[in-house]
């Protein structure tokens, strides 16, 4: 059974929750709101992918019909684009809202030094 688009969002907010769930008291507020709006993008970008898949980035475009027909990108795949870097940039914020780790994790501390140094 495909599940409506509110309710795959519920559920992304859901394991988003989960995911964040360390985020300290001061930050609550905005993380919720962040967490909200990547839950609505990710659900969003999961149709605009289907949407891509099934009928490809671009599409037959035609000025008139004394003009040669060219394939040209489908506005669907300029707002994936647009999306996915808004959905990247939420993340990241939501991402620099949780605790440092104090743990010795080597693979951890160049993951974080890379996304610091962004």
């Not at 409506?4 to 919720?32: F, G, P, W």
């Not at 684009?81 to 990247?88: E, F, K, N």
């Amino acid at each position: 059974m495909d599940l409506t688009k509110d309710q795959r969002i519920k559920k992304e907010v859901s394991a988003l929750k989960r995911q964040y769930k360390c985020i300290d008291k001061l930050h609550k507020v905005n993380a919720e709101r962040l967490i909200s709006r990547a839950a609505y993008q990710k659900a969003t970008l999961d149709d605009l992918e289907a949407d891509l898949d099934a009928n490809g980035w671009t599409e037959p475009f035609q000025q008139s019909d004394k003009c040669d027909p060219y394939d040209r990108k489908r506005p669907n795949a300029d707002l994936y684009v647009s999306i996915s870097a808004q959905y990247l940039r939420t993340m990241k914020q939501l991402d620099a809202m949780l605790p440092k780790s104090s743990g010795n994790n080597a693979t951890n501390d160049e993951l974080i030094a890379f996304l610091e140094n962004d």
